[in-house]
């Protein structure tokens, strides 16, 4: 580990282990106590890079099912605004065989967020 540190996909691996493992994480409440863990094969830094790689500049590693583990099935690398439209808080909606978040549904059918997000409460 030691000249890793410095790296960005080291310091993914390690606030994904500290916040799925350490109650002093601020981030553990959200994670770890609620039962989300890191699979036995990325306990180890050199499987999770070897399973996930190096990310493009701005990636965060991003679990695809919010509520499921980190595990190599389950994660990718995304930026900004795919995660903060895979979050919990966010309103799904289904539609056409389709399910996405409020803002995902505006950039589909070329509609403000505001806007679609009154209707859909209505």
Not at 20 to 33: L, W
Request: glycine share 6%.
């Amino acid at each position: 580990r030691q000249g890793k540190s410095h790296f960005p996909v080291y310091r993914s691996w390690h606030k994904m282990l500290e916040r799925c493992t350490d109650p002093k994480s601020n981030r553990y409440e959200s994670y770890g106590a609620r039962g989300i863990s890191v699979c036995d094969r990325w306990l180890s830094f050199d499987n999770f890079l070897l399973d996930m790689g190096e990310p493009l500049v701005g990636m965060t590693i991003e679990r695809i099912n919010n509520n499921g583990n980190y595990e190599p099935s389950n994660c990718k690398w995304a930026d900004k605004k795919s995660q903060a439209r895979n979050t919990r808080a966010n309103h799904k909606i289904y539609f056409r065989g389709k399910t996405m978040c409020i803002a995902e549904w505006a950039d589909a059918i070329g509609m403000s967020y505001e806007v679609l997000s009154m209707r859909v409460e209505q």
